[in-house]
């Protein structure tokens, strides 16, 4: 029988946790105190401590949020950062927002994150810093990584906006660069009723200047030391997302179950190859992302069989047409080029039912065996 199975249904976990989502708003509507404040400062201590790093500084988007670590590092032009092509929009978007130049480099096909050999053979003497994504809920390989870059003397920055919650040998996606940035865009593992980011550090010099910058670079109103942007934490989504904190653990284990639930069964399925975990890591699968052979046949198929499931991403960043001045070209980059046309993101949150979960592996099955 046919089923309709959503990629994402945020009304499920909503029905669990209204009341104490009414209750929290409620305080924050009785206060009027909408724009930063102590309900922003309880969140952005919140999710320091659970990164443990000494600072969180909440601002108004996770693409703000390595905007402005990038920005508190005086990244600008003539500057290189290394980051992936095969990501989302953004990571590339704040280097060259700055006038800085990307460097996109190819991924490890069996994880979909940055290669550290492709890093290794891209750092110049105008590299600043590596931009790293840990992408679909997976932690890149940080050791290499973060050995390459004291090595050069370069920064390490986490764009960590889809793995809130992730370990890396133990640690917690964010905390191991110099910067690690956070989206609570609403598809996020922690997703607010709106956008959302912040930028955690546990360096007090660079916290305090982020927190200048998301204010028009100033200490004293009025008073502006740098330009800074005007980004910041709403006060209504910091309550949101203090409620929806406790509860991240207990929805990734969840979500890890379905993947491996998934695993199990999409492994005995010819042409489909399920995600890889790399060794030392722990996911929170933001996304489950098969490869599959005839991949936008398979996909217009689950379409009709009222499966939602989604192409992350189907252009690699270096073939985007607003980055044509940087001179990629189709072929430039074989991996990322590959994943963009091989991949497909399956349902997989946290409130996903068995039955579902069945009769999307049984249409799966059905389409690759015809
Ligand atoms: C979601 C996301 C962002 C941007 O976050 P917004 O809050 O939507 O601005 C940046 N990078 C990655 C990898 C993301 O998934």
Same mark, same amino acid.
């Given at each position: ?19 104490e ?15 930063? *404040? ?14 443990g ?16 670590a ?16 095969? !990501?989302?929009?953004? !990571? ?60 050069? *003397? ?58 200048m910058?998301?204010?028009?670079? *100033?200490?004293?109103?009025y ?20 409620v929806?904190?406790r ?56 379409? *009709? ?66």
């Amino acid at each position: 029988m046919k089923k309709n199975v959503k990629l994402l249904d945020l009304v499920r976990q909503y029905g669990g946790i209204r009341d104490e989502i009414a209750a929290a708003i409620g305080e924050v509507m009785d206060s009027q105190y909408f724009i930063l *404040g102590p309900k922003v400062e309880k969140f952005e201590e919140a999710v320091a401590s659970y990164c443990g790093t000494g600072h969180g500084i909440g601002t108004a988007s996770g693409t703000d949020a390595i905007l402005l670590a990038l920005m508190a590092l005086e990244i600008g032009p003539g500057d290189e950062v290394i980051t992936t092509p095969y !990501t989302f929009f953004s !990571t590339v978007s704040s280097i060259t927002r700055l006038g800085a130049t990307p460097v996109m480099v190819d991924i490890d096909p069996a994880t979909f994150n940055i290669s550290p050999e492709r890093i290794e053979e891209a750092v110049t003497e105008r590299t600043r810093a590596i931009l790293v994504v840990h992408l679909f809920g997976q932690t890149a390989e940080m050791d290499t990584i973060t050995k390459i870059a004291e090595s050069k *003397g370069i920064h390490v920055v986490e764009d960590a906006c889809q793995s809130i919650g992730a370990l890396y040998r133990g640690r917690q996606a964010g905390s191991m660069g110099i910067a690690g940035c956070f989206s609570f865009f609403p598809s996020k593992n922690l997703g607010g009723f709106g956008d959302g980011g912040m930028v955690v550090t546990s360096d007090a010099e660079l916290a305090a200047r982020i927190r200048m910058l998301r204010v028009h670079g *100033g200490k004293e109103r009025y008073y502006h030391d740098v330009v800074g942007i005007n980004s910041r934490l709403d006060a209504l989504q910091a309550a949101v997302l203090l409620v929806k904190l406790r509860y991240l653990d207990g929805w990734s284990a969840r979500r890890r179950g379905n993947a491996e639930y998934y695993d199990g069964r999409l492994s005995l399925v010819g042409g489909i190859e399920p995600p890889a975990v790399a060794e030392g890591c722990v996911s929170i699968y933001n996304q489950y992302v098969i490869r599959a052979r005839d991949r936008d046949g398979l996909k217009a198929f689950l379409a *009709g069989e009222g499966i939602g499931c989604e192409v992350y991403y189907p252009v690699p960043l270096h073939l985007q047409r607003c980055f044509s001045f940087l001179g990629g070209r189709k072929g430039d980059l074989p991996e990322s080029e590959r994943a963009a046309e091989e991949t497909l993101a399956l349902p997989v949150y946290p409130e996903l039912e068995r039955e579902e979960q069945d009769y999307v592996i049984d249409r799966i099955t059905a389409f690759m065996s015809r």
